[in-house]
């Protein structure tokens, strides 16, 4: 079982930064891939970006604005989000896949485990 805590959300002007983190516990975090969604109110849970070792996928929405990391060694993940819009505004949760096939990581019905949510508000 592994378990994941999301932190690092929070308001932010519109053109801002936030970075998230999710610490994983329970696993061999170097085998899960790992995976950003976001969930705005009155919206579907949609990809953000997601990391399988080296190999890093964006949703076209973030990409180039949003960058994911990852630090086995303290068994989290990353995601350094800049110029931050209000279309940005959600919940945002982090996912975790064991032998994850790249491909798949959009799709949130392929994760095994969940966080709780961190929410990220951009707003002036």
């Known amino acids: 079982q592994v378990h994941l805590v999301e932190s690092g959300g929070g308001l932010v002007q519109p053109g801002g930064s936030l970075r998230l983190s999710c610490a994983a516990s329970g696993g061999t975090f170097s085998t899960y891939a790992m995976g950003w969604f976001r969930q705005a109110p009155g919206k579907e849970r949609e990809f953000v970006a997601a990391?399988?070792?080296?190999?890093?996928h964006y949703a076209d929405s973030v990409k180039g604005r949003f960058t994911i990391s990852r630090d086995n060694a303290k068994n989290t993940v990353y995601l350094q989000m800049n110029s931050l819009e209000p279309g940005d505004t959600a919940v945002y949760y982090c996912?975790?896949?064991?032998?994850?096939?790249?491909?798949?990581?959009?799709?949130?019905?392929?994760?095994?485990?969940w966080g709780q949510g961190t929410q990220v508000t951009v707003s002036s």
């Open positions: 990391i399988r070792r080296s190999d890093t």
């Open positions: 996912a975790a896949k064991r032998g994850a096939i790249l491909s798949a990581l959009r799709n949130q019905n392929y994760y095994d485990y």
